[in-house]
């Protein structure tokens, strides 16, 4: 067999895979509603990248003997991703319908989905449990860490959805609508001859401003209590994601920024010093300094300022203003002694239970019980009234 013939032989390989993956789609144990979800997507993927591999097994004999290979490894690779996202579907749906409690990935589904309706997008898949988070565009399945903290993990979901939604919100009319944030990135990545890590952090830093503008005080708390690391505050080390102690300022900084619209003008601001506070205290009982260099400072309120700007144009019925609303649902999510009357969404929820959480004996295990009930009550019927 020569060179051209182990190509073949590839190709040929990659072809029965994209079958066999296609036919998994259909294995028992999969939910049919989150197989409506994704399954279509990924057999659209499957079809295309069948189209490409018999595209490049056609041409095999019309180009030299590297090309084939060059054309191979493509090949390879695209379709790495696809076996990736199908695993991906297989697993996560088999897990959600089985091996763990499904109603937390309900109710974020839910989550999701409520915000890509009010940003105007669609988003239409399912989140899965992995062992970090993290968002593939390709099948735009979001993963979720393994194991869940209850709901208190939940907002960092919507950070998940920030980078689909990064490269989707738009601005304008008609043809002349445009992508505001990929946009921001090319230009001030150009203007300051920054590298290609510059456009990870400047992601990461919409993400972290879009999950705090649109579920406002929760995923300040989520972030800055429960993930941040505060020993390691300071440090950038894996080229992808900014310092946890900017990605905090950034944050505290849109919620000051949301605390200064009109409709919710000072409502933030108890809030916002207690986050701070609580911040502030993390830092000093670690040693770490609380104050950034001013050029960090500098740039970071910049960034905030622009990305803010985005968000207000490209999603502005998605802004959370309901920070009062949730004191209403604070005392059903501490004790649950009655019915809420109020209407009230997942993430107006997720907010009433950091209320609930800073109150004298309260307990985050049953007031975590108490938001998945109302929360598929909201998931399942809609909201409710």
């Not at 595209?55 to 493509?74: D, V």
């Not at 920054?194 to 919409?206: K, M, S, T």
């Not at 619209?261 to 207690?274: H, M, N, Q, T, Y």
């Not at 019980?369 to 909201?383: F, K, P, Q, S, T």
């Amino acid at each position: 067999m020569n060179a051209l013939g182990q190509v073949s032989m590839r190709l040929q390989a990659l072809l029965g895979q994209l079958d066999f993956a296609e036919k998994a789609l259909d294995s028992e144990g999969i939910d049919k509603n989150l197989r409506n979800r994704v399954g279509h997507v990924l057999r659209k993927n499957i079809e295309k990248e069948r189209h490409d591999v018999q595209a490049a097994l056609n041409r095999i004999h019309h180009g030299t003997t590297k090309s084939a290979w060059n054309s191979l490894k493509i090949r390879e690779q695209q379709s790495a991703t696809v076996f990736h996202e199908c695993l991906a579907f297989l697993q996560g749906g088999r897990a959600r319908g089985r091996d763990v409690d499904i109603k937390l990935c309900e109710i974020a589904d839910g989550l999701l989905d409520q915000l890509s309706y009010a940003c105007g997008l669609a988003w239409g898949r399912f989140t899965i449990l992995a062992d970090e988070e993290f968002f593939s565009d390709y099948a735009q399945i979001i993963r979720i860490r393994f194991p869940f903290h209850g709901i208190w993990d939940l907002p960092v979901a919507a950070h998940e959805f920030g980078h689909f939604a990064a490269h989707r919100l738009t601005a304008g009319e008609g043809q002349a609508r445009s992508l505001p944030f990929p946009q921001f990135v090319t230009d001030y990545c150009g203007q300051n001859k920054l590298g290609r890590e510059w456009v990870l952090y400047l992601n990461e830093f919409f993400a972290d401003a879009f999950a705090t503008y649109t579920l406002g005080p929760s995923y300040a708390f989520t972030s800055l209590l429960l993930r941040f690391g505060v020993a390691t505050a300071h440090d950038e080390v894996d080229q992808k994601h900014p310092s946890y102690a900017k990605r905090a300022q950034l944050i505290l900084d849109v919620l000051n920024r949301m605390d200064c619209e009109a409709d919710s003008k000072g409502a933030l601001d108890p809030v916002i010093r207690l986050l701070r506070d609580l911040w502030d205290t993390a830092l000093n009982s670690a040693e770490m300094r609380k104050q950034m260099p001013d050029a960090d400072g500098e740039r970071l309120g910049y960034l905030t300022g622009e990305l803010y700007r985005i968000l207000t144009r490209t999603a502005t019925h998605a802004r959370y203003n309901r920070w009062d609303m949730t004191a209403q649902l604070q005392s059903n999510v501490k004790a649950g002694t009655k019915a809420p009357t109020c209407e009230y969404e997942v993430r107006d929820l997720l907010n009433a239970a950091w209320r609930a959480r800073f109150e004298p004996n309260s307990s985050p295990e049953q007031i975590s019980g108490r938001v998945i009930c109302l929360a598929m009550r909201v998931v399942r019927n809609g909201a409710v009234k």
